[in-house]
């Protein structure tokens, strides 16, 4: 592979986009012909054709597709989701499908632990959202209500992605409930049951709880779209005197299409609405650093933390019903708050407020789903539901998973950038439009609000989207910072990136890259330890490092897989749960089954697994709590 | 046994060259083919030899893993055959099943908790051995993914759709949602961007 030049030159990107473009033709040249990419770009074409799957992969792939194609032309669901299991559990994929089922299976519960608060752990190349269209006009909603997706403050929603949609109207009688596999394997990596890992014995460190017998059906109900009324109403219950803006995105969005949203923004506040969730940022309390998350230092005590996360959304009148603390983030400054019905718990967040040393809100996410009672499910015992999960075979009732107890996210700082001095920023700015075509669009980057004369930048924000590099002088106006805007470039990211050794000296500190040259690191933290590779995300400006994010190696706090051979789950906490179907990646057809709408009881096993080497992973499994005809 | 092999080693030669088999009876109607694949098994066989190469590519140069991507490539078939039926034909066929690659591999990056040390990706493990060429070609393209890890994610996600998954750049445009100028823009620099990465990676190394 060429890896003389550290860049391409600019005839191998002209050759690359006259060969993808001649595929749109149907006429892309192979490898040594005329007009094939040379380079690079050539190279990993070259690589890419010559790639093939395992024959005797590609053949038991084949004939699972094939089973299940038979078995769902019967048109039995169950059964075909059977031929799917059936087709996973041929030996030689059984490992490998034991840890898919548990990783993928650990979306429900780390969606609502850990990735909700932790929305980058690990890049995500799209993010879609579903758009749900017209909604019935059947559907007797007062307010606007919608089970969507739970994010945490996220200043620019992603553009979302227009899906025929026909919501149906609320079902009179509760429908047969889909079996935990279809639940938690909908949008988590097909078949979704899981089985214990081969040999793992479990035991339990608490009583099984009685059963009730026959628990509430509840339909999660649907939304409306969200108007700029309704937006500019919540912005002020939310007691923010706010401008209004929307992201660019919304030019293209039919007023009827389900899927809106504004930004309300006061200062250096935001607060993100959509018609399923809210979303509330601080940039001063808590700045965003694209997405890293840390655990954090010099906390209040919990209790301290929980009664301001209550009384912030109390007075919010969001927190007016019945619910649980979960305090398990905490060391996030997460305060996580889940809604009961009929005191049992939805495993889903109802809302989450993080909370910042100081012992104030920085930030909160707030779900405006609710639910309707459509008559009651009977329910198994949990020691049935135990008694099937101990026998530790497959079935389509069971989903397990299990993640390390201790977070490995790498440790990063962020950079304040000192008021009256001059900063330069390198990255992506945030850019909303105003909701009154009067006023001026939103640009922030960075954690500063951009002022001054932006004309320029922001006729170069209405068709680009990439990096700039803007410079001016920080200032602080009625509590908002704000960058006085003296110039801007547009800037190629792939210059931002650096990796080096931080290095301390008495003329300055600096990073030491690969080559051996040095650049100046300005404003280092004092609690930056000296020779650790850093990767570092900035620009340079002469020999000066204007970094933004200085993070350590991902590999350096990396977690290995623990051996679960000699391992065991232990048990100390069982309960009956809702669950809720993920239905935001859902195909259109399931999102249309009222099935899927309902909270799925389930009854919920939690525990410890420990080996012989002393890790610590967390077990959670989903007994189906439900008996389907 | 032999059987097996004799097995696997046509559709070895199938699969290598899906342009050959593309010129035989599929239909050229993206809907048409999905119509067909809802409850005919050839169909979906067809749909599945036509598109199995680059699913399976795209996953290996995202992750790097031999065993990874095969998981990933079969949940890919899988959920496919499972609402081929809400394929409308607005778009391609190609960008609809990216689509859920891409998903899959969201949701795989998403709930990977126990993220293997990058040295691993070296460790191909596959349940059958594999010829010296392909095991050295996975572990280039397990080197390339490690250093696609190192850059935007929009970035690589672009590049490995169009030059491992084989799209347009309208068609990866589908899948990313974004204008083709974008993704034009996105594989431009994440080609730049890999080019440094690769250098740097080679010096370290």
């Known amino acids: 592979m060429d890896q003389d030049r550290s860049r391409p030159t600019a005839k191998e990107l002209t050759e690359l986009t006259a060969f993808l473009s001649a595929r749109e033709q149907q006429a892309?040249?192979?490898?040594?012909?005329?007009?094939?990419?040379?380079?690079?770009?050539?190279?990993?074409?070259?690589?890419?054709?010559?790639?093939?799957?395992?024959?005797?992969?590609?053949?038991?792939?084949?004939?699972?597709?094939?089973?299940?194609?038979?078995?769902?032309?019967?048109?039995?669901?169950?059964?075909?989701?059977?031929?799917?299991?059936?087709?996973?559990?041929i030996p030689e994929r059984k490992t490998a499908m034991k840890r898919l089922i548990a990783f993928a299976l650990i979306g429900i519960v780390l969606f609502a632990l850990i990735f909700i608060s932790i929305p980058s752990l690990f890049p995500t190349p799209t993010q879609t959202q579903l758009v749900l269209a017209t909604p019935p006009i059947s559907t007797p909603i007062s307010t606007?209500?919608?089970?969507?997706?739970?994010?945490?403050?996220?200043?620019?929603?992603?553009?979302?992605?227009?899906?025929?949609?026909?919501p149906q109207p609320i079902p009179i009688q509760p429908p047969t409930l889909p079996s935990i596999a279809n639940v938690l394997g909908s949008g988590y990596g097909g078949g979704g049951s899981g089985n214990l890992p081969q040999g793992m014995p479990l035991s339990l460190a608490t009583e099984l709880p009685a059963s009730p017998g026959e628990v509430t059906a509840y339909y999660r109900l649907e939304n409306t779209p969200l108007t700029l009324e309704e937006a500019s109403q919540i912005a002020f219950q939310w007691g923010l005197n706010a401008q209004l803006y929307m992201p660019a995105w919304m030019e293209s969005i039919a007023p009827d299409q389900i899927e809106r949203s504004y930004i309300a923004v006061e200062g250096m506040q935001n607060l993100s609405m959509w018609n399923s969730e809210l979303s509330y940022n601080d940039l001063v309390k808590s700045p965003v650093y694209a997405g890293h998350q840390y655990p954090q230092t010099g906390l209040p005590p919990s209790e301290q933390a929980v009664s301001t996360a209550t009384q912030y959304l109390t007075e919010r009148d969001y927190l007016n019903y019945p619910y649980q603390v979960d305090l398990s983030q905490y060391n996030y400054g997460l305060?996580?708050?889940?809604?009961?019905?009929?005191?049992?718990?939805?495993?889903?967040?109802?809302?989450?407020v993080k909370i910042d040393p100081q012992g104030q809100v920085g930030s909160a996410w707030v779900s405006r789903e609710e639910y309707q009672a459509v008559g009651s499910y009977p329910v198994v015992s949990a020691s049935q539901a135990w008694d099937l999960l101990n026998a530790g075979q497959p079935s389509d009732q069971i989903s397990i998973s299990y993640y390390p107890a201790r977070d490995g996210n790498p440790q990063y700082w962020g950079r304040v950038y000192p008021t009256g001095q001059t900063a330069h920023l390198f990255g992506a700015p945030t850019y909303f439009l105003p909701a009154d075509p009067e006023a001026s669009p939103y640009v922030q980057m960075n954690n500063l609000v951009f002022s001054g004369d932006l004309s320029g930048l922001l006729e170069y924000l209405q068709t680009n989207q990439g990096y700039i590099h803007a410079w001016g002088e920080v200032q602080e106006v009625n509590g908002s910072r704000q960058l006085q805007l003296a110039g801007w470039e547009p800037f190629d990211e792939f210059s931002g990136y650096y990796d080096g050794i931080v290095r301390r000296a008495p003329d300055g500190d600096f990073l030491e890259l690969n080559d051996g040259s040095r650049l100046s690191l300005p404003d280092l933290p004092e609690d930056v330890p000296a020779d650790i590779p850093l990767y570092t995300q900035g620009g340079r400006v002469d020999n000066t490092l204007e970094w933004f994010i200085l993070q350590v190696h991902p590999a350096d706090e990396g977690q290995i897989p623990p051996d679960l051979n000699q391992a065991q789950a232990v048990i100390d906490k069982v309960e009956l749960v809702y669950l809720a179907p993920w239905l935001n990646n859902a195909s259109p057809d399931i999102a249309l089954d009222?099935?899927?709408?309902?909270?799925?009881?389930?009854w919920s096993f939690t525990g410890h697994i420990t080996n012989t080497g002393g890790d610590d992973m967390v077990f959670q499994a989903f007994v189906q709590a439900v008996t389907n005809p | 046994m032999l059987k097996l092999t004799t097995l696997s080693l046509f559709l070895f030669m199938v699969n290598s060259h899906p342009h050959r088999k593309a010129t035989s009876s599929l239909p050229t109607n993206d809907l048409e083919m999905a119509q067909r694949a809802t409850g005919d098994p050839d169909a979906f066989t067809e749909l599945y030899h036509r598109y199995l190469p680059r699913i399976y590519r795209y996953h290996l140069a995202r992750t790097g893993h031999v065993q990874e991507a095969e998981d990933l490539t079969a949940q890919t078939f899988l959920t496919a055959l499972e609402s081929i039926r809400s394929f409308r034909g607005q778009g391609s066929l190609s960008s609809w099943l990216f689509g859920i690659a891409s998903h899959k591999l969201a949701d795989h990056y998403r709930h990977s908790r126990t993220e293997l040390p990058l040295e691993e990706a070296e460790q191909l493990h596959s349940p059958i051995p594999q010829p010296e060429e392909a095991t050295l070609q996975a572990l280039e393209i397990a080197r390339v993914a490690m250093v696609l890890r190192l850059i935007s994610p929009e970035r690589a996600e672009a590049l490995v759709l169009c030059l491992f998954g084989?799209?347009?750049?309208?068609?990866?445009?589908?899948?990313?949602?974004?204008?083709?100028a974008a993704v034009k823009m996105l594989v431009h620099r994440g080609l730049c961007d890999l080019q440094e990465r690769l250098t740097v990676n080679l010096e370290v190394a």
């Open chain 1, 144 to 166: 606007p209500l919608s089970p969507l997706t739970p994010t945490v403050a996220l200043p620019t929603p992603q553009s979302p992605v227009a899906i025929n949609f026909t």
């Open chain 1, 28 to 89: 892309q040249p192979s490898p040594g012909e005329p007009g094939f990419p040379t380079g690079l770009a050539g190279e990993l074409l070259s690589l890419a054709e010559s790639t093939e799957p395992d024959p005797a992969f590609a053949t038991r792939l084949e004939l699972q597709l094939r089973q299940a194609v038979k078995a769902g032309s019967k048109g039995s669901r169950p059964g075909w989701w059977r031929a799917l299991w059936q087709s996973f559990s």
């Open chain 1, 594 to 602: 009222p099935a899927y709408r309902m909270l799925v009881p389930a």
């Open chain 2, 166 to 180: 084989g799209l347009s750049m309208a068609e990866a445009a589908q899948v990313v949602g974004k204008s083709e």
């Open chain 1, 335 to 352: 305060v996580d708050f889940y809604r009961l019905q009929e005191d049992l718990p939805i495993n889903y967040h109802a809302a989450s």
